[in-house]
Nanobody, 122 residues
Framework: QVQLVESGGGLVQAVGSLRLSCAAS????????ISWFRQIPGKERDFVAG???????AYADSIKCRFTISRDNAKNTVALQMNSLKPEDTALYFC????????????????WGQGTQVTVSA
């Protein structure tokens, strides 16, 4: 069982930065792939970035070169550093966990946090 808690969301102006954090419980955190998804009302959750249990990373094209995902297995946390934010990045951001490798598909994930809201003003 893995429990996930996101933090770090908020209101920021365009071209600003935010750092999201996903804190996980569970002794097997290091064996899980962790990803960030985001969702706007009325839409499906979209993959943003993910990091596998061996540290391999993947990013959505829309945020590549602006966002960076990292993990600290000693602290059971995954961070998403978001730079050069745009109004279209406004969404509810979730972290999700699945064993081993990441997936681009939300339905492949077993565990989800409650989400943290990111709002980017123009």
């Amino acid at each position: 069982q893995v429990q996930l808690v996101e933090s770090g969301g908020g209101l920021v102006q365009a071209v600003g930065s935010l750092r999201l954090s996903c804190a996980a419980s569970g002794r097997t955190f290091s064996s899980y792939g962790i990803s960030w998804f985001r969702q706007i009302p009325g839409k499906e959750r979209d993959f943003v970035a993910g990091i596998g249990w061996r540290g391999g990373r993947a990013y959505a094209d829309s945020i590549k070169c602006r966002f960076t995902i990292s993990r600290d297995n000693a602290k059971n946390t995954v961070a998403l550093q978001m730079n050069s934010l745009k109004p279209e990045d406004t969404a509810l951001y979730f972290c999700a966990a699945r064993p081993d490798y990441i997936s681009y598909r939300q339905h492949d994930y077993e565990y989800w946090g409650q989400g943290t809201q990111v709002t980017v003003s123009a």
